[in-house]
T-cell receptor
Framework: GAGVSQSPRYKVAKRGQDVALRCDPI?????LFWYQQALGQGPEFLTY????????KSGLPSDRFFAERPEGSVSTLKIQRTQQEDSAVYLC???????????FGDGTRLSIL | QKEVEQNSGPLSVPEGAIASLNCTYS??????FFWYRQYSGKSPELIMS????GDKEDGRFTAQLNKASQYVSLLIRDSQPSDSATYLC?????????????FGKGTLLTVNP
């Protein structure tokens, strides 16, 4: 497609469950980013991929968060043993190369009960 | 801790007026600056990017950058009700992690018909 595609759009899980969020970037974009956006806040950086290499994971809140991009295109953000504080919108963005403007997907709204 | 500060608003302007949105940042070495528009429940949409001091115009939008003052602004001329949204200022980190964006909390703009 023409834009960044994320799925699912909404995810409800019980505390303690594992979840997986998918991002399909703009075709040909080398750089892929994950952000977390809490209500009333700006997006906060989680992790960065250049092709299949995860170059920066400094924003991941805990070792329960794991991201991968094995073939350099689609990426998955996995959260294990979810907690209520994980409830947020998870945004994926991609850019053609590292310092070009980032374009965002519609996000996944995650609610942990 | 790198910071990006914006007035949270709401900023209310009448239709046809100029809306002025302001942003300050703490990382003196930042080189790339972006304005995103975010409608409620939607993803951030890139409006403007600016990299050098001065003004950059695109249609009804003008971005202004002053690196010495660590200040970036967005002017919206002839404001329309459809411009009502939250406007996010994003600033790239300096140095080796210049791919990473730090966002402000956003300014809520309301344009009244």
């Amino acid at each position: 497609g023409a834009g960044v595609s994320q799925s699912p759009r909404y995810k409800v899980a019980k505390r303690g469950q594992d979840v997986a969020l998918r991002c399909d970037p703009i075709s040909g974009h080398v750089s892929l980013f994950w952000y977390q956006q809490a209500l009333g806040q700006g997006p906060e950086f989680l992790t960065y991929f250049q092709n299949e290499a995860q170059l920066d994971k400094s924003g991941l809140p805990s070792d329960r968060f794991f991201a991968e991009r094995p073939e350099g295109s689609v990426s998955t953000l996995k959260i294990q043993r979810t907690q209520q504080e994980d409830s947020a919108v998870y945004l994926c963005a991609s850019s053609a190369v590292e310092n070009q403007p980032q374009h965002f997907g519609d996000g996944t709204r995650l609610s942990i009960l | 801790q790198k910071e990006v500060e914006q007035n949270s608003g709401p900023l209310s302007v009448p239709e046809g007026a100029i809306a002025s949105l302001n942003c300050t940042y703490s990382d003196r070495g930042s080189q790339s600056f972006f304005w995103y528009r975010q409608y409620s429940g939607k993803s951030p949409e890139l409006i403007m990017s600016i990299y050098s001091n001065g003004d950059k115009e695109d249609g009804r939008f003008t971005a202004q950058l002053n690196k010495a003052s660590q200040y970036v602004s967005l002017l919206i001329r002839d404001s329309q009700p459809s411009d009502s949204a939250t406007y996010l200022c994003a600033v790239s980190d300096s140095g080796g992690s210049n791919y990473k964006l730090t966002f402000g909390k956003g300014t809520l703009l309301t344009v009244n018909p």
